[in-house]
């Protein structure tokens, strides 16, 4: 099963996204996809894990989700914005070699039996980038988020920390 949780910055996505987790597994797995670009970072990063408490089982992976032992668990993921920009940097700023990894990562955890809580942003309804690779991301986060909403069972989009149920083909809870 997949779930993805979307939104804006600032919308509820991740705590939203946690209690959903606890409400599925009393321990479930929490992957951090971030790498710490700065001290400010640094900081949001801390508050992300301040806010889990010691139930999780915490695992950081910056590329190769897939690689991790996630089989039959409730898994959050959290966030594809990061892990792309991760796999975006690390192919140059070129869209298709990044957005061919994510796909077959996407496609590989889609293989594997459990619950997966995946959380993104809606960069795209946001401003216009200024600059090509601005706009190179926009589209490949874009285009990521319609592939993993293809796959996911439910999509939910945080408005103001309001669920906004998109598809709910797992049924009505």
């Known amino acids: 099963m997949i779930y993805l949780i979307t939104g804006g910055v600032r ?3 991740s705590r ?6 606890l409400s599925h597994s009393p321990s479930p797995v929490y992957v951090a996809t971030a790498r710490i670009w700065d001290e400010d970072f640094a900081e949001r990063v801390q508050r992300h894990k301040d806010d889990r408490s010691a139930a999780w089982i915490n695992y950081e992976e910056e590329r190769y989700i897939s ?3 996630l089989e039959g668990q409730t898994v959050l993921i959290d966030c594809v914005t990061l892990w792309l920009t991760n796999l975006f940097e690390d192919s140059s700023h070129r869209l298709e070699p990044a957005l061919e990894t994510i796909k077959a990562e996407i496609d ?5 039996a ?8 809606e960069i795209g309804m946001g401003i216009h980038g200024q600059t090509v690779t601005a706009r190179k991301f926009a589209d490949l986060q874009g285009w990521t988020n319609q592939y993993i909403a293809r796959l996911a069972d439910t999509v939910i989009l945080m408005i103001a920390g ?12």
Do not use: C, F, M
């Open 11 to 13: 919308s509820g996505k």
């Open 16 to 21: 939203y996204a946690q209690t959903l987790a």
């Open 67 to 69: 690689r991790l032992p």
């Open 108 to 112: 590989a955890i889609h293989q594997k």
């Open 114 to 121: 459990g619950t997966y809580i995946i959380v993104t942003n």
């Open 162 to 173: 309001i669920p906004v149920i998109i598809k709910d083909e797992a049924g009505k809870r």
